[in-house]
């Protein structure tokens, strides 16, 4: 028995190194895996396991304030997923299956919470809701408490809704009218359609959207820093053994615990989709998509999707308000100072660095991501789900440990010694001054790691849709594995990656935490400058920053669009080719 | 779409192509900066102006600093650190990453504001202040506070911030200034109750300190990343108290804070920070970065900070004083043991993060 399963795993191997292109693809992608993200994270959590660190499991597992803050990680993950998941649901559903007004808004206010440069949402939230808020203060004239797990969620779920939003609203249009037709016609009622029909057809891409916000939201820093208030989560107790403890040892043994959770919902995630059958993109004609026409259901979704539109604009308006006064809230009088201060004095080197450094690492985390998705979900191979939740681990660690990851494994050049070659140079060092590009390589490395997994995501929701029997008959055609992903699959998929792609460059723009250990003379980034900004308690200046990386993002969102194509474009017009 | 990914593909050739040209750059003295950043723009520009060499930095604050220099320091990055808290330079020094330097120049400066071995040199100095919102504790009825004892006052309940004693140097000192303070009281009491023989606060004083901090923890709304963002939370009402140094508070002033923000003093003693300055272990350019050392100590350079509005006092005794700092000759301080209070620190510091910060607030 045994000796069969052996057999086989043999044997899909062989099936893959039959195709050299595919052979490569694959080793490529463990090599990247490998050398850029687990080697850096061993260097760190790799200590972790040496049995001296025993009695630290021992004492953060059992000792009831640790246990707290384990706890507290674990409902804000899950509350902030359920959330953020819900919400992505709501303005998916209403974009696609609703006849409202202003939905082109909606869809651009949907969009800008990707663009969360660091510590600009949770500073807009205290100003508008926090004890002396605008809103709350100033408006209603309470002393409200926002630092705290409801503060948290909030700020969290505006900035990691989208993810769901566009993962949803992708696999919502590629649905097969035909279905809810098939069901209308077997007499099912609109709810009826919903519930047994549309629901279990996207609960891969809810699961999906549902794993990837969680385990953003517990290895969240900034907010929880700027808005917790005395509500502990792992990710701060780590960056506090790191930078004020000097404590590594800790720090791993935290970070260690903090993979668990990721780790479970990432099983229970593949279990789902490994579940159900949800190809709805075949290829063959299928009907016109039909609006919900109920009205109380129709304007109450409106009504909701509208308020949390609201909701979105004050809180980005707060942040370009904050740019043009002198100290918003206390001192409302214009002034330009604090663009002057990013556009002519120490910011206009750091926004040209990061932009530069951004669009190196966009396509090539959006492909990889691709790449690695199709690899998944459409190959058979052993290990398939490791390469999957190693890639995911990019952005299920905190920054902080990646970041010292990276100073400790290439602060020197990497060195292998390999039997028969001898000593062989992988890697040149990578980080400091002195380093290839100043540092930049290693920058642009954690650019694309951090960015990867949001790729991966959308890529296997979107794929898990798609019949493989499309990508079998190009085979069969003729078509070897390399043609068949670039003309078929890739174009099939291309609102996932379209969204990926825009991911990857919003996410680029805003990292922080792996980045204060990586920048040099060099090579300033932006969202260091706004640390140092709001270290400085120029939060005029943090804003201005801010201001200039929104616009950035969305112009590289519209070029984007342009050159990618939106999902109104030749896709769908492939998609319902027959219509 | 391929015609997108040419192209896409040749801007990203080009860029990195501009990336690498930029960067073939000549040999450079690479200065870590832990104070604000305008102040680094300023020295190293100051400094590049009067020698010649080429000077750049990169700014972190100092919990950030220690951290990066510890992960490179086979290959160190960087030749001179300056500003920041001593405590982390002694921190560093205890882990042998830094390299012992007798300036000329550091005959100048009081004993008090320099390591007696040459391992860092003080190149400014601030003092603990209560930075306070008038109109909060107007509302609240309280008077701005002048003891230590004032922020225990039930009025002020969750209306006091101060920072976290393990990522804030601030907040350390605030910490150890009640540590001196609780070990004068002790030692006035009895000799010998207070220090031990080798002048280091008794275990009695710093369990003191912690009941001290446990009754604050009461007032305290949250205990904040950084050491100047207490003042902006005082600044925006979010808070009644702020406990910062002083000239960061003066700082928040000029910033545009003017009439919401008052700053007192501690009636029975205040600590004050000294901006440690030391090279770095194994660096490469020692010898720009020994002059940079010897630059940074006189009278000249430390008076570059009060024209970027960083109003610390110089160590120089002959450099000039800004008008708007505060005065160290005219406060009461308190007799302030850097080499004690960073040998203590690690321990200070997780058993804060045991007892204190966890606690539930009533």
């Not at chain 1, 696609?96 to 869809?107: E, G, N, Q, T």
């Not at chain 1, 948290?152 to 009218?177: E, H, I, K, N, W």
């Not at chain 1, 370009?320 to 002057?340: K, P, S």
């Not at chain 1, 790729?455 to 019949?467: E, H, K, S, Y």
Request: proline share 5%; glycine share 8%.
């Amino acid at each position: 028995m045994q000796n069969f399963a052996l057999q086989r795993q043999v044997n899909q191997f062989r099936r893959i190194f039959q195709d050299p292109v595919l052979a490569i693809a694959l080793l490529g992608v463990s090599l990247f895996v490998f050398i850029l993200i687990l080697l850096p994270l061993f260097s760190v959590i790799g200590e972790s396991l040496s049995p001296k660190n025993a009695p630290l499991f021992q004492r953060y597992l059992t000792e009831p304030i640790y246990q707290n803050i384990i706890l507290n990680t674990l409902v804000l993950g899950v509350l902030t997923a359920a959330v953020s998941t819900a919400v992505g649901f709501l303005f998916a559903f209403v974009q696609v299956k609703l006849d409202v007004p202003f939905k082109r808004l909606m869809h651009i206010l949907a969009l800008i919470p990707i663009i969360s440069p660091p510590f600009a949402v949770a500073t807009a939230i205290i100003v508008l809701f926090g004890r002396n808020g605008v809103i709350t203060r100033g408006v209603f004239g309470v002393r409200f408490d926002i630092y705290g797990l409801f503060g948290l969620t909030l700020a969290l779920s505006l900035s990691l809704f989208t993810v769901a939003y566009l993962t949803l609203r992708g696999m919502m249009q590629a649905l097969d009218p035909a279905l809810d037709e098939a069901a209308t016609n077997l007499g099912a009622g609109k709810w009826r359609v919903f519930r047994t029909v549309t629901l279990p057809m996207l609960l891969p891409g809810i699961a999906s959207a549902f794993l990837l916000v969680f385990v953003e939201a517990i290895a969240d820093l900034g907010n929880p820093l700027v808005l917790g208030g005395n509500f502990e989560v792992l990710a701060t107790r780590i960056y506090i053994s790191i930078i004020g403890l000097y404590d590594t040892s800790s720090a791993a043994v935290f970070s260690l615990i903090l993979l668990v959770p990721s780790l479970l919902v990432f099983i229970l995630q593949n279990y789902i989709i490994s579940r159900s059958n949800v190809v709805s993109v075949t290829g063959k004609p299928s009907g016109t998509p039909q609006y919900i026409h109920a009205p109380l259901v129709r304007w109450t979704l409106f009504g909701l999707c509208m308020a949390i539109c609201l909701l979105i604009a004050l809180i980005y308006g707060t942040i370009v308000l904050g740019a043009f006064v002198e100290v918003l809230g206390v001192n409302n009088n214009f002034t330009l100072r604090h663009f002057d201060f990013v556009l002519n004095g120490l910011g206009s080197k750091a926004m040209w660095d990061t932009t530069r450094l951004s669009i190196i690492s966009t396509p090539v985390a959006g492909l990889l991501g691709m790449l690695i998705a199709f690899l998944v979900v459409r190959k058979e191979f052993f290990g398939r789900a490791a390469l999957d939740f190693a890639t995911m681990l990019g952005i299920a660690v905190p920054g902080t440990i990646i970041g010292i990851g990276f100073l400790l494994v290439f602060n020197t050049p990497t060195v292998w010694e390999l039997p028969f070659f001898g000593p062989v140079t992988v890697l040149p060092k990578l980080t400091g001054g002195q380093a290839m590009f100043g540092g930049a390589l290693a920058i642009v490395i954690v650019y694309v790691i951090r960015s990867v997994p949001t790729a991966l995501r959308a890529g296997v929701a979107a794929l898990t849709q798609i019949d493989p029997a499309i990508e079998e008959a190009s085979v069969s055609l003729g078509a070897d594995n390399a043609r068949t992903f670039r003309r078929i699959t890739l174009p099939l998929i291309r609102p996932a990656l379209l969204a990926s792609l825009i991911f990857a460059f919003a996410r680029s723009m805003t990292t922080i935490s792996a980045i204060v250990f990586l920048t040099t003379p060099q090579t300033r980034i932006m969202t260091q400058q706004i640390l140092n900004e709001v270290e400085n308690v120029r939060y005029g200046n943090a804003f201005a920053y801010c201001v200039i990386l929104i616009l950035i993002v969305l112009t590289a969102i519209g070029v984007l669009y342009l050159g990618v194509g939106s999902t109104t474009g030749a896709e769908r017009a492939f998609q319902g080719g027959a219509r | 779409m391929r015609k997108f990914y040419l192209s896409a593909l040749a801007v990203c050739v080009v860029l990195l192509g501009v990336t690498a040209a930029a960067l073939a750059q000549q040999k450079t003295l690479t200065v870590l900066c832990t104070p604000q950043e305008d102040w680094c723009v300023a020295m190293t520009q100051a400094f590049e102006a009067e020698t010649g060499i080429k000077t750049s930095y990169v700014r972190l604050s100092s919990g950030e600093a220690l951290a990066r220099i510890r992960a490179s320091k086979d290959a160190p990055e960087f030749s001179v650190w300056w500003g920041g808290p001593v405590d982390a330079f002694i921190a560093a020094n205890e882990e042998g990453l830094l390299e012992p330097y007798q300036s000329p120049n550091a005959a100048a400066l009081p004993d008090q504001y320099k390591d007696a071995n040459g391992v860092w040199a003080g190149v400014y100095v601030g003092a603990l202040g209560f930075c306070s919102n008038v109109n909060v504790l107007n509302e609240l009825g309280v008077e701005p506070p002048t003891s230590w004892a004032d922020l225990l006052d039930p009025r002020l309940k969750g209306n006091v911030a101060m920072a976290h004693p393990a990522t804030s140097g601030t907040a350390f000192t605030t910490f150890w200034t009640i540590v001196t303070l609780e070990a004068d009281k002790l030692e006035a009491a009895e000799a010998g109750k207070g220090y031990d023989a080798d002048g280091m606060p008794t275990a009695a004083a710093v369990d003191k300190a912690f009941e001290y901090f446990a009754q604050l923890h009461q007032n305290v709304l949250q205990y904040t990343r950084s050491g100047a963002a207490p003042g902006t939370l005082a600044g925006r009402g979010e808070i009644g108290v702020a406990i910062i140094f002083s000239h960061d508070c003066t700082k928040l002033q000029v910033e545009g804070f003017k009439d919401v923000l008052t700053t007192t003093f501690p009636a029975e003693g205040t600590g004050y920070e000294i901006g440690g300055m030391a090279l770095i272990k194994n660096a490469p350019e020692m010898e720009a970065a020994k002059l940079w050392f010897d630059w940074a100590l006189t009278a000249k350079t430390q008076e570059i900070g009060p024209m970027v509005n960083s109003l610390q006092l110089p160590t120089n005794p002959d450099a000039a004083v800004s008008e708007l700092s505060v005065k160290l000759a005219e406060l009461t301080v308190v007799n302030y043991n850097f080499q004690a209070a960073g040998k203590s620190r690690n321990a200070i510091v997780e058993r804060f993060e045991r007892e204190i910060a966890p606690r539930p607030t009533n």
